[in-house]
Nanobody, 120 residues
Framework: QVQLVESGGGLVQAGGSLRLSCAAS????????MGWFRQAPGKEREFVAA?????????YADSSVKGRFTISRDNAKSTVHLQMNSLKPGDAAVYYC????????????WGQGTQVTVSS
């Protein structure tokens, strides 16, 4: 049974920072590409960032987050993080951690999400 549990969300002022974490209970965590997605009220879920199984390759959404967000992983601890800096009100959303076997297109496993609220 794969479980992904996010933490680290909360309320922050615009310009502030948050670090999201995702703890994965996956026997072979290092086989998985890990991603972060977000969904704001009334909007579709959107891709934020992803990281390859070995952490060498990272991918980010467009300029809306690139340069402000950093994804990282610790395979020894089966965790993935999303460091979010210079937060904007537009970043407010529920953030989800997701996992997929490397090379596949579809994320097979999802966490329940953590709320990020950014006050202006």
């Amino acid at each position: 049974q794969v479980q992904l549990v996010e933490s680290g969300g909360g309320l922050v002022q615009a310009g502030g920072s948050l670090r999201l974490s995702c703890a994965a209970s996956i026997r072979t965590f290092s086989n998985y590409t890990m991603g972060w997605f977000r969904q704001a009220p009334g909007k579709e879920r959107e891709f934020v960032a992803a990281i390859s199984w070995n952490g060498v390759s990272t991918y980010y959404a467009d300029s809306s987050v690139k340069g402000r967000f950093t994804i990282s992983r610790d395979n020894a601890k089966s965790t993935v993080h999303l460091q979010m800096n210079s937060l904007k009100p537009g970043d407010a959303a529920v953030y989800y951690c997701a996992a997929k076997i490397g090379g596949t297109k579809k994320y097979a496993y999802w966490g329940q999400g953590t709320q990020v609220t950014v006050s202006s």
